[in-house]
């Protein structure tokens, strides 16, 4: 079992059928970016006090409803673009210890600038542990999840590797129904509403299985043009959220803003097919963007950055032209992306300024031939 994970992953050694695929796909690097946005958009609404303080049914509450149901599909989106990036390629251990670096210097130092520059905030040793310890105290679950679910790559490319087409296809529809329909309306099978690492794997897998098949939906032997893939996405959203006001079904009750929702899924897989069927020029600029974009979600999901720039900043305009409330909170939340991009821009050149990334690299050769010298041939 060793050789076989360590042939998959460490040697890079794919299927043919995966091979294509190996160069960098640029319309999910945009993807990447959009995703990002939308959670920052997702918690202006949230956090920012619009969802739950606008009344309902009027042109305020579907304005703000309309907005999380067309960005939810973020997280799921992310998760499914790491299955894509990371099926068939080399298996770097030191990929997670950047990251966790990364988060670190975040949420310890934006703690730590809050205790120096504000005075409601104090130095206490227990928060500055929990801050510390960004992945077992869960001060950002995705990462918490995340961290757990990267351990498991090995793994999860050899179940899609070792699968033939039939066979992944099947397992793959029927998990997704499983916990969508089956297991949904009372969160059965403990998928935490999509806030967990169960649910992260699954969509990991989603996204192996569409980079390894090169997924197209097909009428007969025609495959459809990929702007049904964003049609589809605005049908199951607008649907999506129809069938939750109607209170057609259990499932829906309640459940619009929850990952785990059958339309919230069927539109994150569509957008998701949409971008990765684009054909975009690659360029340098978009790939830093891309690379970047991870550092606005540790930064505007920091306890203490919310609540200096989202927790109920926007109830004032609860009252104000829905269309004019839709506006200031997508530019504010713009004005919020481009100011995190640029800090963790900052952070990846000075990360590279000091050698970080010649480190990180020669510390990979040195696990990679500890590996091939005593883990590969072992019979463990």
């Not at 500055?128 to 310890?133: D, K, N, T, V």
């Amino acid at each position: 079992m060793t050789r076989l994970l360590y042939k998959v992953t460490v040697n890079d050694s794919v299927s043919q059928e995966s091979q294509a695929g190996n160069t960098r796909n640029t319309g999910l690097d945009l993807l990447r970016i959009l995703s990002m946005f939308m959670v920052v958009l997702l918690h202006v609404n949230i956090h920012g006090g619009v969802l739950n303080n606008v009344t309902e049914n009027t042109g305020q509450w579907y304005m703000s409803r309309f907005i999380e149901q067309f960005c939810i599909v973020a997280v799921n989106i992310f998760a499914m673009i790491s299955g894509y990036v990371n099926y068939g390629k080399k298996f770097k251990i030191t990929n997670i210890f950047s990251l966790w670096l990364q988060v670190l210097i975040y949420s310890l130092g934006i703690y730590l600038l809050s205790v120096a520059i504000k005075d409601d905030v104090t130095f206490e040793n227990e928060i500055f542990r929990e801050y510390a310890l960004p992945v077992s105290t869960k001060r950002y679950w995705y990462f918490s999840a995340y961290f757990f679910v990267f351990f498991t790559f090995p793994a999860l490319n050899l179940i899609i590797e070792k699968s033939n087409k039939v066979n992944a296809t099947v397992f793959i529809v029927l998990i997704l129904f499983l916990i969508t329909v089956i297991g949904d309306a009372k969160n059965a099978f403990t998928m935490g509403d999509g806030y967990s690492t169960i649910w992260l794997i699954v969509l990991y897998l989603v996204g192996a299985y569409f980079k390894k098949y090169d997924f197209n939906l097909k009428f007969k032997d025609y495959k459809i043009n990929k702007i049904i893939y964003l049609i589809m996405y605005v049908f199951f959203t607008v649907f999506g959220l129809f069938i939750y006001k109607l209170g057609i079904s259990d499932f829906a009750l309640g459940r619009v803003i929850y990952y785990t929702y059958l339309f919230n899924v069927l539109s994150a897989i569509s957008l998701f097919l949409f971008y990765s069927k684009l054909k975009i020029k690659q360029s340098k600029l978009l790939t830093l963007l891309s690379t970047a974009s991870f550092g606005v979600y540790i930064i505007s999901s920091h306890k203490y950055f919310a609540q200096e720039f989202m927790t109920d900043k926007f109830k004032q305009y609860i009252t104000c032209n829905p269309f004019y409330m839709a506006l200031v909170m997508v530019g504010k939340s713009l004005l919020m992306f481009v100011c995190c991009i640029i800090v963790d821009i900052i952070r990846i050149y000075l990360f590279k300024f000091v050698g970080f990334n010649k480190l990180m690299k020669k510390l990979q050769v040195k696990i990679d031939d500890f590996y091939k010298n005593y883990m590969a041939d072992s019979d463990i």
